[in-house]
């Protein structure tokens, strides 16, 4: 027997696998030194420690890259030596010469196309991968992206908590976009705590609500009073939908950033950059097709919906890069010691900055309408305080018992009056979620004479009430001194003294509760 006869006798069969891995991935990766051939080992082993439709998930990803594989294969043959994938794939571009379009990210950033070709056969459009818990959401080794650079984690350190030596604190850490359980009275809901997530969370609730109640193609009254009872897949359909109109709002509805943590750093650290076992563990997508966004976010719902899987982190990171950091400045009015500015304040709760980037897709930190330059005396501002300038999907109302009647907080008519009849409230520090079933409120000004609305706030205790408000008899107060009337206006609860900034005189019945806002 020859020697080579000899050889391939005894030649190891999971060798040879590898080695055709390794040489196809190679042609796919067009000598770019990023060996995928690892990543698609891993992936293989991986499949003996999950359930069956875990294993289904990584088979796709599998026929994925080989698809994408063969098809560069192909195009490998042409003169520029570059892989294009017809519209519609995804596409992988190598050594692109091309300048990006000015993101104004620390880094660049490849455009990530996912291939609906493959959902199309599997008719992963309308469905969505189950949230199987798993020992951590980021499990599973992604495929495609961008790792993070030292630049950009330490950009991202600076404005969320000033400083790259400070860190999230275990309340954040843990927030995530949990559901409440489906027994219960409100399904619909996000849980929350008392910490500085609880508005983060509330606004993902509002525009969740938006895509419940309004978002159906042919709307009726049976199903917008059946929409507050939605099944699992109803509700994680809705957020898929909530997370991606918020980002692609922010990046000014032409692209966007999403956040993934992986199992590594990306870079080491050193005296400028400490440590926080989280930003330099990120991997960056970047979309510029709303359907790529949307598939993406579909198959990876889950990163964002387990307690540990820092999910509240990763899209408060994803909001930020899909604004542009620059952007977000310019939107504050910033023009010194940019630095100094954060978007979470000393307690980590969310500065109206933040608010309003997650409402309105704009980080301006004021809720008033236009731009004000003048003070309350008169005089010329040396820089204009930027406002709102459109009305807003959500809306948001406020209150604090604290402030001076003629020193409140002024909350113009863009957020008073949203496109949809759900409004953040702040009343006295406490965030909670205001909202109707009634499209019409916001658009046709009889049905504001008596109408329902809903309180959530996602707590465990006094957690959801309904409310009955009615206009057409205004609150009259029987006294005739100024301090008299102060006297019976404290006597009123905080939510329907916020209620009544924006119903003037309106009679609130708290249908038996007693009012604990």
Known sequence: MSEASTKAVGEDPAKTDRDNLDRLLKIFNGGTG???????????????????????????????IIFAAIAGWRIRSMPDMRIKLEEGKRRVTINDTKPLSSTLLPQRVKTFYMDPRIDML???????????????????????????????????RKITLGSTIHSFSRDWRKAALIFQDEST????????????ARAFILCFQGYLLKHLLFGRQYASSLATRNALKPSDFERRKALCS???????????QSRCSLCLLQDSAFFDTDYTYRKDGLTEM????????????????KRHLSHFEHENSNGCITLLYSIILSRTIPKIYEDMGIHENPDKVRLLADNEDCVPALINLLLTGRATQYYHNGNIIYDKDGHLLPHPLPGLKERSQIGMLFFDK?????????????????????????????????????HDLV??????????????????????TVINIDTRYNRRFRVKTA????????????????ILTKWYGANVDWNGVHPFV
């Open 34 to 64: 990023v060996n995928l051939g690892d990543i698609l080992v891993r992936v293989i082993k991986a499949q003996a420690r999950y359930d069956s439709t875990q294993e289904t998930e990584y088979e796709r990803e599998l026929v994925d």
């Open 122 to 156: 599997t008719r992963r459009d309308t469905v969505i991968i189950p949230n199987v818990p798993t020992k951590s959401a980021r499990a599973r080794s992604m495929i495609g992206g961008t790792p993070i650079t030292k630049e950009t984690a330490i950009a991202l």
């Open 185 to 196: 009275k409100y399904p619909f809901g996000l849980q929350t705590h008392r910490n500085g």
């Open 242 to 252: 909530a997370i991606c109109e918020i980002l692609w709002q922010a990046g000014c």
């Open 282 to 297: 990120i991997n960056l997508y970047e979309f510029k097709k709303y359907v790529d966004l949307e598939m993406f976010v």
């Open 402 to 438: 604290n402030e001076d009647d003629d020193e409140r907080t002024e909350i113009g008519s863009m957020l008073k009056t949203p496109k949809s009849p759900i409004w953040l409230t702040l009343v006295n520090n406490q965030w909670g979620l205001l909202f109707s079933n009634n």
């Open 443 to 464: 658009s046709d000004w009889r049905v504001e004479h008596h109408f329902t609305l809903y309180y959530y706030t996602g707590l465990l205790q006094n957690t959801y």
């Open 483 to 498: 301090v008299a009337r102060k006297i019976e206006e404290e006597k009123i609860p905080p939510l329907e003294r916020c």
